[in-house]
Nanobody
């Protein structure tokens, strides 16, 4: 069973920083691409950043140059370092991974962690 557990959210002033963590279990972590998504109230869930099994990264235009996604395969953990935070970054942030296990596809999400940026 795939399990993703996020942590690190909180309340921060504009211009501040936070680091989110997502601990994964139930998968061969090093083989999976990992993604961070966010969902603001009344809006759809959007991709923020993704990191492949090989370490390649991709970011939403709105966070490029401010956020950094990284992974520690020894700890089965993916991180999202968020700098120069803006009020519009306020959302619930979710960790995600997809794959196939025993011929069955999965698309797993964590419970989410709230990030609130005050102006």
């Amino acid at each position: 069973q795939v399990q993703l557990v996020e942590s690190g959210g909180g309340l921060v002033q504009a211009g501040g920083s936070l680091r989110l963590s997502c601990a994964a279990s139930g998968i061969i972590f090093r083989r999976n691409a990992m993604g961070w998504y966010r969902q603001a109230p009344g809006k759809q869930r959007d991709l923020v950043a993704v990191i492949t099994s090989g370490g390649s990264t991709n970011y939403a235009d709105s966070v490029k140059g401010r956020f950094t996604i990284s992974r520690d395969n020894a700890r089965n953990t993916v991180y999202l370092q968020m700098n120069s935070l803006k009020p519009e970054d306020t959302a619930v942030y979710y960790c995600n991974t997809k794959g196939v296990m025993e011929s069955t596809p999965y698309d797993s999400w964590g419970q989410g962690t709230q990030v609130t940026v005050s102006s």
